[in-house]
């Protein structure tokens, strides 16, 4: 079963220096259909003004997977972290037992993110932090690991039976990928157009995958992609 979720529909929240929407209930948005996929709790496309970001503030038991879109994301943490991601790149933070961090745009102008909150297969345990480049051309025409729980190809490491992957599609070129049943997938467009299945996704359009597929993703124009597959 695929469920779309187009951009449009989302949950929003907007400020001076944020402007935010939510694939999933978050904060002040509320939709009891869409509190969680799996074990993906948080799928939110922020847009963070130039100078200005999230102030220090913990986590604990939850694995955050950040995957900058434009721009840069400088992070900072009470373990002594402290790093930036580039567009395109990734970063994992694992709560763990606690953490405080902040996460602010350094830079001149507006930084684009998405960012993941996937429930750990065990609460608690070693709080930690890391980041990898992951060049788009390393991904054309197939799908890249970002982040797993096995750390496979390199990819960051998360407390869960997941992945977190991307890839990018030419216009006419077709991707696939084999979605077990008893598995929950959820792809979304990070920028450009596909066709799923037949059903046309733009960009930071989502769409919540169950119940066993294979999927075949065909570029209407060059697309950019992020897919979660979880337990």
């Given at each position: 079963?695929?469920?779309?979720?187009?951009?449009?529909?989302?949950?929003?929240?907007r400020?001076?220096?944020?402007?935010?929407?939510?694939h999933?209930?978050?904060?002040?948005?509320?939709?009891?259909?869409?509190?969680?996929h799996?074990?993906?709790?948080v799928?939110?496309?922020?847009?963070?003004q130039?100078?200005?970001?999230f102030?220090?503030?913990?986590?604990d038991?939850?694995?955050?997977?950040?995957?900058v879109?434009?721009?840069?994301?400088?992070?900072?943490?009470?373990?002594?972290?402290?790093?930036?991601t580039?567009?395109?790149?990734?970063?994992?933070?694992?709560?763990?037992?606690g953490?405080?961090?902040?996460?602010?745009?350094?830079?001149?102008?507006?930084t684009?993110?998405?960012?993941?909150?996937?429930?750990?297969?065990?609460?608690?345990?070693?709080?930690?932090?890391?980041?990898?480049?992951?060049?788009?051309?390393?991904?054309?025409?197939?799908?890249?690991?970002?982040?797993?729980?096995?750390?496979?190809?390199?990819?960051?490491q998360?407390?869960?039976?997941a992945?977190?992957?991307?890839?990018?599609?030419?216009?006419?070129?077709?991707?696939?990928?084999?979605?077990?049943?008893g598995?929950?997938?959820?792809?979304?467009?990070?920028?450009?157009?596909?066709?799923?299945?037949?059903?046309?996704?733009?960009?930071?359009?989502?769409?919540?995958?169950?119940?066993?597929?294979t999927?075949?993703?065909?570029?209407?124009?060059s697309?950019?992609?992020?897919?979660?597959?979880?337990?």
């Amino acid at each position: 079963m695929i469920e779309l979720r187009p951009f449009e529909k989302l949950g929003r929240f907007r400020n001076d220096w944020l402007n935010a929407h939510y694939h999933f209930s978050f904060s002040g948005y509320h939709d009891p259909a869409r509190v969680h996929h799996g074990a993906l709790r948080v799928w939110n496309d922020d847009e963070i003004q130039p100078h200005t970001g999230f102030p220090p503030h913990g986590h604990d038991s939850m694995e955050i997977i950040t995957y900058v879109r434009q721009g840069a994301i400088t992070h900072k943490d009470s373990l002594g972290n402290h790093g930036r991601t580039e567009a395109g790149d990734v970063q994992v933070m694992s709560a763990g037992s606690g953490v405080q961090h902040s996460e602010w745009n350094a830079e001149d102008d507006v930084t684009k993110i998405f960012q993941l909150w996937i429930i750990p297969r065990n609460r608690g345990g070693k709080p930690s932090w890391g980041a990898r480049q992951f060049p788009k051309g390393d991904r054309s025409g197939q799908w890249a690991v970002f982040a797993s729980g096995t750390g496979e190809n390199d990819s960051l490491q998360i407390n869960q039976d997941a992945k977190v992957l991307g890839a990018t599609v030419k216009a006419g070129e077709t991707l696939t990928y084999e979605l077990p049943a008893g598995r929950y997938g959820y792809l979304v467009v990070a920028d450009g157009e596909v066709v799923l299945n037949g059903q046309t996704l733009k960009a930071r359009d989502g769409a919540a995958i169950s119940g066993g597929e294979t999927l075949t993703l065909e570029g209407v124009n060059s697309a950019e992609l992020v897919l979660v597959d979880t337990v």
